[in-house]
Nanobody, 121 residues
Framework: QVQLVESGGGLVQAGGSLRLSCAASGRTFSSYHMGWFRQAPGKEREPVAHISRAGVTVLYTDSVKGRFTISRDNAKNTVYLQMNSLKPDDTAVYYC??????????????WGRGTQVTVSS
């Protein structure tokens, strides 16, 4: 089991940057694939980025490609989301999540509580 705590959210102007962090408890962080999701008001939660256990494979949703970067530091039990060129449409609660399987049919089993990101125009 793993517990996840996000941090780094806040209010930023359009075009600005934020770096989100997700700290995981436990000694088995490196055995989990990690992901970032977001949920805007009135919308369903959507995936933003995924990263494999060793950080070799990363995937992004089209709307953030070229602007966001997911990374992880297994020695620090932390996964990051660097967000650049932020837009008002990026406003959402951002969640990190962990899963043991990799693939479109593999569910994320563990979730953090989220951190709010607000981008003003």
């Amino acid at each position: 089991q793993v517990q996840l705590v996000e941090s780094g959210g806040g209010l930023v102007q359009a075009g600005g940057s934020l770096r989100l962090s997700c700290a995981a408890s436990g000694r088995t962080f490196s055995s989990y694939h990690m992901g970032w999701f977001r949920q805007a008001p009135g919308k369903e939660r959507e995936p933003v980025a995924h990263i494999s256990r060793a950080g070799v494979t990363v995937l992004y949703t089209d709307s953030v490609k070229g602007r966001f970067t997911i990374s992880r530091d297994n020695a620090k039990n932390t996964v990051y989301l660097q967000m650049n060129s932020l837009k008002p449409d990026d406003t959402a609660v951002y969640y990190c999540a962990a899963r043991q399987g990799w693939g479109p049919n593999e569910e994320y089993n563990y979730w953090g509580r989220g951190t709010q990101v607000t981008v003003s125009s």
